[in-house]
Every structure is written in C-alpha cells, then in structure tokens.
C-alpha cells in the first residue's frame, strides 16, 4: 500500500474549447470555477468542477507549446478524460515510493495559477505534481498532485451544485484485458481487486475506486447510449455522487439535458459532457 500517495485527487477533461465546455457543465447543473491560466511554458487553461474532497478540470490549449504537446495530440482525435490525478501527501516522498516499486516517474514539477475569491481579491493556488513516466495500462495517464494551498482550490461557494454534486464516485476505465490490467493497479495500490456485478473489476484507490472493463461491458451498461468517439482504451466514465438524484434528475430535466436510466444511476451520453460519459448515483 501507498504511504505518501492515496486515492483519486482529480479527473482531467480534455476539451476543444474552454467557453464551450464551461457552458455545457453549468448546463448539467454544475458550478464551474473561473478560467484559471498556468504558466506560459504549460500554455493551458482550465475550469474546475470542484466537490466536496476531489474535484475534475476541464482543460483546453491555449498557446501550443512543447509541454502541451500530449494534450494536444489527443484533442486532433476526440475530447474526453486524459488523465487521473492521485492525491500525493508528500509528492517528494511519493514519487520515491513509487519508483522503488520499479515504476519510473518524472522529476516533481512546482507551479501554480491565480484564483479570484468570492470577495474579488486574487491569491495563487500552487501545487507539486510528478507524472509516471509510462502509462501503468494502455490509455491510462496517472499522475500525482499535491495541494500546498487548498483553502485557494476548494473556494466557497465553488463546492455548491444545483444538481446536487457531492464527489467522485468512481473513474471506468476501458481496457482490453480487463484482468491484467487490473492486477497492474491493484499491485500499483497495494489493495487488491473486487468483482463487480458484471464481472468488471473495481480497484480500490483509497478513495474513488478505477473499475476496469472491456468495451462489451461498458456497451452492456449503458446499452441505449451512443459511444462512438470514446478513446478505445483508458477512462471514459465519471461516476459523480449525488445527494438526491431525483433533484439531479429535475435540474437536467429543466436544462433539456437528454439521460438514460443506466442500473447505476442517471447517465449522459459523451454528446453532452464532451467526450465523457456522466453518471449520477445517489450518494
């Protein structure tokens, strides 16, 4: 088991353009944080759906530079989840740890971006963060991140949803064999697996869990819903926690957001949530 690094901290969503997709969350009831700006090196820009102990970005190119470059490759195929983040208590020490496991990371990466609080002042939110040099599993982009700053990320205010979001429930990850690449992140966690219904495989993180399965599981899941587009491997689905899906289920009603009653919850196709196929669950 990790020490210094435990669950899931963040989702990234790639996206094609930040206004667009700023409007299409608050559209499903989300409230979407101001644009914040990185440095001119990292040439991004995003919005940040914050919940209640993690949070998801939804993240676009704003100048392409050479640190942009992955993101922007992606972008030329599909929109939709790019990479998890791992909450790292220490990422020093974290990405120690994980390299003794024999699973190479890049050097700690120190930065920050300017946050407008709900007084109109301006603070910085900074973080460290370290990538694993490799995918763990085809498709799937793990990192780590460090909040040395949370009172400047979880803003109030920020963490109040209209459909009443409270946290990430779960990350599905499509992979073609479901098995092994579960055993990669199970020996990765130190926590084992579990076997869902279905016969996907749950991961637990330390908090949201990774649930690995193959693409006729997730065809089987959501069996009405369109899923052309979707990357053929790594995460496609955000399974967000709600505190009363029926209030969720009134507020997309209002919005003219098209669902499917998935066995899980409420579900919306990656049409509407721009490559990423949403779930609700009830909490």
Request: hydrophobic share 45%.
């Amino acid at each position: 088991m990790l020490h210094h690094v435990g669950g899931i901290d963040h989702c990234v969503v790639l996206v094609r353009n930040l206004d667009a997709a700023a409007d299409s969350y608050a559209r499903l009831g989300f409230t979407v944080a101001p644009r914040g700006i990185h440095s001119p090196q990292m040439g991004t820009g995003n919005h940040c759906i914050m919940l209640r102990g993690d949070y998801f970005e939804m993240l676009g190119v704003l100048t392409p530079t050479p640190a942009n470059q992955r993101w922007r490759d992606v972008l030329a195929h599909r929109e939709g989840m790019s990479a998890v983040a791992l909450r790292a208590h220490d990422a020093e020490a974290g990405a120690a740890e994980i390299a003794a496991q024999g699973v190479p990371t890049l050097p700690v990466m120190h930065f920050g971006r300017p946050v407008r609080m709900p007084d109109g002042s301006t603070t910085e939110t900074r973080f460290h963060t370290f990538h694993l040099r490799d995918m763990p599993i085809p498709g799937l982009r793990l990192f780590a991140c460090q909040h040395l700053t949370p009172d400047a990320t979880w803003v109030p205010g920020l963490m109040d949803h209209a459909n009443g979001a409270e946290g990430l429930a779960a990350v599905e990850v499509l992979a073609e064999d479901s098995h092994s690449a579960a055993a990669v992140l199970a020996t990765l966690f130190g926590r084992g697996t579990e076997t869902e219904a279905d016969g996907a495989l749950r991961v637990p993180t330390g908090a949201a869990p990774l649930v690995l399965l193959t693409a006729a599981q997730l065809a089987a899941r959501y069996p009405e819903m369109d899923l052309s587009g979707l990357a053929a491997d790594g995460p496609v689905t955000m399974a967000i926690r709600v505190a009363d899906l029926a209030q969720t289920e009134r507020v997309l009603r209002s919005s003219g957001v098209r669902t499917l009653r998935a066995a899980s919850g409420l579900a919306v196709a990656p049409a509407d949530a721009h490559g990423v196929i949403l779930v609700f669950r009830p909490g």
